[in-house]
């Protein structure tokens, strides 16, 4: 699949988007960062009546603030393991998790002990510093806070992960390994379905999603108005789907510019 330019988006398909769900690093942020282009892209997207719904592999204490503090409609956190969303009318903070606390808890041992063997197998790579405000999977950094590693270094951290019976994902920081067969699609449907009444298999044709690397191949295969980011084209070899379009900029200035694109197809 070749991906092609946004500006090329009939602007009749960029109209009719109602629901954009984005990832964070290095589609968000930029160099580890996010920007005020990126942060206001999400206030133009909702001013212009356009759901915005983050989907990322960054953990549960990281979403909590997210969905107080963001611009957004809700966060789905962990790869699918949850989703939050705050509700302004009650004050509160609302979640569903694929897990009750019980079931989390047994699994907290067999995370640790995985994550000591990766550790002691494969040099230079480390614990996500987030690991601490996680609930359900363990992060593995080969690029946040270490030196980058060689592809085959990634390689190794995810066999290790798939031999001890876990999913596994690579972003473009981290190796993320849960044990389920849930991924950031699966928990966008339900939570269109659940918060929204919308089945996300009809309907998808007005959702965009707009990411940058291999764990979000599954929204990239899904959804027919798929964005990825201009620094998307490093993983051509190593993602399983390639998003429908790119943009011209990377990382959060290719955020800025889906927004406006969206924005600008609905003036």
Not at 43 to 68: F, S, Y
Not at 107 to 118: K, M, N
Not at 161 to 185: Q, R
Request: net charge negative; with cysteine.
């Amino acid at each position: 699949m070749t991906m092609q330019p946004l500006a090329q988006m009939p602007r009749a398909a960029a109209a009719a988007i109602h629901t954009v769900f984005a990832d964070i690093d290095d589609t968000v942020t930029t160099d580890g960062r996010l920007t005020a282009e990126a942060y206001a892209a999400f206030e133009a997207l909702q001013g212009a009546g356009i759901r915005v719904i983050l989907t990322t592999g960054r953990p549960a204490g990281w979403c909590d603030h997210i969905a107080r503090m963001w611009p957004v409609d809700g966060v789905i956190g962990e790869n699918g393991a949850f989703y939050y969303w705050y509700d302004r009318v009650a004050g509160k903070l609302r979640a569903r998790h694929q897990l009750d606390d019980a079931a989390r808890q047994a699994q907290s041992g067999r995370l640790g002990a995985i994550g000591a063997r990766i550790l002691r197998e494969v040099p230079g790579c480390a614990l996500a510093s987030d690991q601490f405000c996680r609930l359900y999977d363990l992060a593995i950094d080969f690029r946040e806070d270490v030196a980058p590693l060689p592809e085959a270094a990634i390689d190794r951290i995810v066999a290790l992960m798939e031999e001890a019976g876990m999913t596994s994902k690579v972003s473009s920081i981290h190796v993320n390994g849960w044990f389920g067969d849930y991924d950031k699609l699966t928990m966008a449907r339900a939570m269109m379905r659940e918060r929204y009444a919308m089945d996300l298999d009809v309907d998808r044709a007005h959702c965009a999603f707009v990411g940058d690397s291999p764990n979000d191949a599954p929204m990239f295969g899904y959804l027919p108005n798929s964005v990825g980011v201009a620094n998307v084209a490093q993983y051509r070899g190593r993602i399983a789907h390639l998003p429908t379009w790119v943009t011209e900029a990377p990382c959060g200035a290719g955020f800025a510019e889906v927004a406006r694109k969206l924005v600008t197809a609905r003036a």
